[in-house]
């Protein structure tokens, strides 16, 4: 089996949210990137198919130089082979035309994306390429079982979850719950040394636009100050949520 | 062109997040000085939406569509898209329209924007106002395609009613099917999701232990609301991880969060950043909370909670 992780190049999850370039860019000083967590998960999926069925990994990113660094800690938890798309991540369709442009060239049985990046949280990654190679998807995928060619998934759904099933060629949206945080791996030193031996591999873009642009970022208003309010006077806190926050 | 709005049922009933939905693409619709059309897949009564200023209805009935699949749904989607021309599609931020959205822009060859928080700025370009690093920036998004879904955050626009005649068509549509199937669904039952609720009740490693949740359901209870928990509290075992709202977890666009024995660690403000109003209950004054709240109680939960729910049964007695 043949599978594909797409990893996207995130701020670590307790970065400070800054801009530059006239509030059009994001901030990337003493930031720490990581892989992101949603990707994560699905990653650490593909490695328990990889070591009790047998499969091989490739890992993709669309971006610059900076993200190699992740995509060699991915090889260095123990993918095969890295590619990275040399180009701008512009946005989510620009993203999944490059991952579906490679797919088109090398095929591959299971791809596994997250089901969002923490960063600008488009959701739409997976699912695009899914629309554009016409290939089963399932997003928000929580569980995923392969038997030969019969997969097994369970879905969030608001409220609860679903039990869906399918054949290969396949795409995910994977999360937490398709392993545990606590199933992570951290590399270990072979592993790192080992990475530094792997692949990766560098492909020209394909020449393709966005269709968005972000023409500002801004941070919220900074938050009045909090109200608070004596623990022997609840009667002052449903006045407030009711007359004044009017949400009672 | 039309601005077109998939409006969602459960069962037949249209859902509650729909006439927020009916309110904004009416708008959408003014100020592109076109008209809207809700789309409706096997809803019973629809008349509601006209409540709400939608003049025209499409209403698509068909026993193959009754189980929910993003792919098919996509697909009836983008017919009834075609069949009305429109150029700006309309969907909630449910796990159901966020799993079909990227599937309908692939389809279409639409241009999607989710976690959409207004009308747009501007039409030509037309730019948007979204939230990005899950709700720690907003950022403004020009739209450079014929063809524009926009994935509407909840409870980020409010209900503008407007009572109207409402047309109805029925639509036939082929249902392309794939091999993917639903096996089947589980919904936790008698309690409100966190997706629907407007009232989330939270709580975390201040109540010690799954034991004393009661006093969180009981709250809950009285106030109409949803359980939801930190992640710690979801790691330990102690609720399930449906309830698990946060960065990894679910995200929480609420009227009002309240926060429990939940110390407000950044990954878990991000999650819940979108809701209106936070209260936060905490016997820790230092908690990192505070300062994302709107109101707060320094004080020990297991005292300040079942005070609070008596004194909230009595508000709801006399304001019912």
């Not at chain 2, 939905?21 to 959408?28: F, P, Q, T």
């Not at chain 2, 230092?286 to 109680?297: H, I, L, R, S």
């Amino acid at each position: 089996m043949k599978i594909l992780v797409c990893i996207s190049h995130v701020p670590d999850t307790t970065s400070k949210i800054n801009f530059t370039d006239g509030d059009t860019k994001f901030d990337t000083q003493g930031v720490q990137f990581v892989i992101n967590p949603n990707d994560e998960f699905g990653l650490t999926r593909a490695m328990w198919l990889k070591e009790k069925q047998g499969a091989s990994i490739d890992v993709i990113n669309v971006g610059n130089s900076s993200s190699e660094p992740t995509l060699r800690k991915a090889l260095a938890i123990g993918a095969d082979k890295a590619i990275r798309i040399d180009a701008d991540p512009l946005d989510g369709y620009f993203v999944a035309k490059q991952i579906s442009e490679y797919v088109k060239t090398s095929s591959y049985d299971l791809i596994i994306a997250g089901r969002e990046s923490i960063d600008y949280n488009g959701a739409m990654v997976p699912g695009l390429i899914a629309g554009f190679l016409k290939i089963n998807y399932v997003t928000n995928c929580t569980k995923l079982e392969i038997d030969n060619e019969k997969v097994e998934l369970d879905r969030e759904i608001d409220g609860g979850k679903e039990t869906l099933s399918c054949t290969l060629p396949l795409i995910i949206g994977g999360q937490k719950g398709l392993v545990e945080e606590s199933d992570l791996r951290i590399p270990n030193m072979r592993g790192i040394m080992q990475a530094r031996q792997k692949p990766l591999e560098v492909l020209e873009a394909f020449d393709c636009s966005s269709n968005t642009k972000t023409i500002k970022f801004y941070k919220p208003e900074p938050k009045q100050a909090v109200k608070l309010v004596s623990a022997d006077n609840l009667d002052e806190l449903i006045n407030l949520l009711h007359n004044e926050a009017k949400v009672l | 062109m039309s601005v077109l709005t998939y409006i969602e049922s459960s069962n037949g009933k249209i859902k509650k997040n729909s006439f927020e939905l009916a309110s904004y693409s009416c708008e959408l619709a003014k100020l592109l000085n076109t008209d809207v059309v809700a789309l409706t897949i096997n809803s019973e009564d629809v008349n509601e939406l006209s409540n709400y200023g939608i003049t025209k209805i499409i209403k698509v009935n068909n026993d193959s569509l009754n189980k929910f699949k993003a792919s098919t749904f996509a697909d009836v989607i983008s017919k009834a898209v075609n069949h009305t021309n429109s150029n700006y599609i309309v969907l909630s931020s449910s796990l159901d329209s966020k799993y079909l959205a990227p599937l309908l822009a692939a389809g279409i060859n639409a241009a999607y924007v989710n976690n959409v928080i207004g009308l747009p700025s501007s039409l030509a370009p037309f730019t948007i106002k979204r939230t990005a690093f899950t709700n720690k920036a907003f950022s403004d998004s020009s739209i450079n395609s014929d063809k524009t879904i926009i994935g509407l955050s909840s409870n980020s626009f409010g209900l503008i009613e407007n009572s109207v005649q409402s047309e109805i068509e029925e639509l036939n549509v082929e249902v392309q099917n794939s091999d993917l199937t639903v096996n089947s669904s589980e919904k936790v039952s008698g309690q409100i999701s966190i997706a629907d609720a407007d009232i989330v009740v939270s709580a975390g490693r201040g109540m010690k232990g799954p034991e004393n949740w009661n006093l969180i359901e009981d709250l809950a209870g009285t106030l109409g609301a949803a359980t939801a928990c930190s992640k710690p509290v979801s790691d330990m075992g102690w609720r399930p991880h449906s309830e698990h709202v946060g960065q990894t977890g679910k995200p929480v666009a609420t009227n009002l969060y309240i926060a429990i024995g939940i110390s407000g660690a950044i990954q878990h403000l991000a999650g819940i950043n979108s809701s209106k109003i936070k209260v936060v209950i905490n016997n820790d004054p230092e908690a990192p909370f505070f300062k994302a709240a709107d109101y707060g109680v320094v004080g020990d939960a297991f005292d300040v909670v079942p005070r609070l729910n008596e004194k909230l049964k009595e508000f709801k007695a006399q304001n019912s």
